[in-house]
């Protein structure tokens, strides 16, 4: 452990519910890495949605029922630290590890193929499936610590891992390409206004669906167009106008995307923050050859894809606004009012 602390602050997820299952401590125990695994000095950490949903019992399919409330459908061991979104150094190494990534500046890979030495048959999260950035330190495994060389803080870089990965991942699946025309659902957000800057990058065309206060934002962002977030969008676009559509929402609205996406189209899906239960009319998905992609689980390429990209400065942070670790329930109740525009971030090193 060389002269890593014994103790460490961190936030403990003690039980599914309300803001008091959330405990702030400054004596939970350092962890230690196995064989395969990297200690990482958390320097900043994202909130996200599915830190919030994860507390709740959202993912459960029984109604909040603890049993199936992990991301993989099982239960969470509890107590948990949460946080997906890592920025920080390497400062040890498990014993199977080249000892020479000590010092590395990494970013996080969330969604992870191999946990605790062992490969994942399907996936598993970080601040799910295993302890997350809401601490001074994080155990990760070393394959999914990615080395990053920008001029960015680390406060923009915790910006990045789940919101960026997730958008890539999605438009990965979509086969999103140049002259594309993209249509975002809930796109002020931290994956929506991720996925705009991403499918620009590829050289789509984006409309995003948001709030009128926070329309022109998104123009800057790089969306072509933007509709009320209240609007059908049929009614501004007609039918068969779009090729993709990245939705976060769900919600009463649904069906209208259908509707929107033009013969061939590509609908890609990973989220449902207005409704998770919504219509289908099986004639509309097999008559237009419409595909359909839930996208969870990364793709290989897509974070060194997200890597490069941040180096490269094709893509850069959006940071709403950052918070100490100890003030993560004030942090949440912000990013749960959704009146900001892109990631708010908990400061962990600068944290008193």
Not at 23 to 29: A, G, I, L
């Amino acid at each position: 452990m060389g002269d890593q602390p014994e103790t460490m602050r961190a936030v403990l997820l003690t039980g599914h519910g309300g803001y008091d299952q959330l405990s702030y401590r400054t004596d939970v125990p350092v962890p230690k890495p196995g064989p395969h695994d990297v200690l990482v000095r958390v320097e900043a950490a994202g909130v996200n949605n599915t830190d919030i949903n994860t507390r709740i019992g959202w993912y459960s399919k029984g109604d909040g029922d603890p049993d199936d409330a992990g991301w993989g459908g099982s239960a969470l061991e509890l107590p948990r630290i949460q946080g997906a979104d890592i920025a920080g150094h390497i400062v040890s190494v498990g014993c199977d590890i080249n000892p020479g990534r000590t010092d590395e500046r990494v970013l996080i890979e969330p969604c992870l193929r191999e946990l605790r030495g062992e490969t994942v048959e399907n996936f598993a999260y970080i601040g799910s499936e295993c302890d997350g950035g809401f601490a001074d330190y994080a155990v990760v495994p070393a394959r999914h610590a990615h080395s990053i060389k920008t001029d960015l803080s680390d406060i923009e870089l915790a910006s990045f891992p789940c919101s960026y990965s997730t958008a890539e991942n999605m438009l990965t699946r979509a086969g999103v390409t140049s002259g594309d025309r993209v249509l975002v659902t809930g796109a002020s957000g931290g994956v929506g206004s991720a996925t705009i800057q991403l499918a620009r990058a590829r050289g789509a065309e984006v409309i995003a669906v948001t709030s009128r206060s926070k329309a022109e934002g998104l123009r800057t962002l790089g969306a072509m167009q933007t509709i009320d977030r209240e609007t059908r969008p049929t009614e501004i676009l007609g039918h068969d106008a779009v090729d993709v559509v990245v939705d976060l929402v769900g919600g009463e609205h649904w069906p209208d995307l259908l509707d929107l996406m033009r013969p061939r189209g590509r609908y890609a899906v990973a989220g449902a923050i207005g409704g998770h239960t919504v219509p289908l009319d099986l004639r509309t998905l097999y008559l237009k050859d419409l595909s359909f992609f839930g996208c969870t689980g990364l793709e290989p390429e897509v974070f060194p894809n997200l890597v490069r990209l941040i180096e490269t400065g094709a893509i850069r942070p959006l940071v709403a606004a950052t918070y100490p670790l100890r003030d993560i329930v004030s942090a949440q109740r912000a990013f749960s009012e959704k009146s900001h525009t892109g990631k708010i971030v908990l400061d962990v090193a600068g944290s008193g």
